[in-house]
């Protein structure tokens, strides 16, 4: 068990600019989660893949995120002309197929800066 | 709406004391309630998960409550140690169950003075 890994783990883009995030999950979990967190709030759930299959989308997330999961392993999240109230950590986080109250496996997020 | 509140301000105690964290949810009927930890700059990590029918539950020097008529759930850290510094997050099953999404409260800062 390597963890789940993110990739970058801090980016700094200028407003506009267009940013992709990587998430390789703990290798034997089928069921992958983005979420959001900013400064003094909880993560905010924003997606989530079973496998390849993307079966929930927050309405948090707007048209320009887009997020894949390629052959169900591991995932992206990308960010379209970006915008500083984008600047957050991005967290990713992992579970094996099983109970819907299994614990998540966080990755150590990509914190995001738009100037 | 569905919400999760837990107390904003941060804890100060001395160590050797008991930490308690509480969190407070209205709208909602969880069958289960997990506690995480988050250092700064680093994901949470797990830590406790207690079913609706469990009153109490242990781990070492942690003990989580979880009263479902009050609509809350009391984190303990006894003998508290510089070490258990942190933010300390409670979390839900929100939405459908089927998918496995937890809503998080904002989190509670644990501060232990040696």
């Known amino acids: 068990d390597t963890g789940v890994s993110q990739d970058p783990r801090h980016k700094i883009t200028k407003r506009g600019q267009n940013v992709t995030f990587r998430c390789d999950p703990i290798?034997?979990?089928?069921?992958l989660y983005w979420y959001r967190q900013t400064l003094g709030q909880g993560p905010e759930f924003l997606t989530y893949f079973q496998n390849e299959a993307q079966l929930e989308k927050s309405r948090l997330l707007s048209d320009r995120f887009s997020a894949e999961r390629p052959k169900g392993s591991f995932s992206t999240l990308e960010i379209q002309r970006t915008e500083q109230g984008d600047s957050a950590m991005y967290l990713c986080?992992?579970?094996?197929?099983?109970?819907?109250?299994?614990?998540?496996?966080f990755g150590n997020g990509t914190r995001l800066t738009v100037t | 709406s569905q919400k999760i509140e837990q107390n904003s301000e941060a804890l100060n105690i001395q160590e050797g004391k008991t930490a308690t964290l509480t969190c407070n949810y209205t709208n909602y009927s969880p069958a289960y309630l997990q506690w995480y930890r988050q250092d700064p700059g680093r994901g949470p990590v797990f830590l406790l998960l207690?079913?609706?029918?469990?009153k109490e539950k242990r781990k070492e020097r942690l003990k989580v409550t979880f009263d479902t008529t009050l609509k809350q759930s009391l984190f303990h850290i006894t003998a508290s140690q510089p070490a258990d510094s942190a933010t300390y997050l409670c979390?839900?099953?929100?939405?459908?169950?089927?998918?496995?999404?937890?809503?998080f409260g904002q989190g509670t800062t644990l501060q232990v003075k040696p």
């Open positions: 979390a839900l099953l929100g939405g459908s169950s089927n998918t496995g999404k937890l809503i």
């Open positions: 986080a992992s579970v094996s197929q099983g109970a819907y109250n299994s614990p998540l496996h």
């Open positions: 290798s034997e979990h089928n069921r």
């Open positions: 207690i079913r609706e029918n469990e």
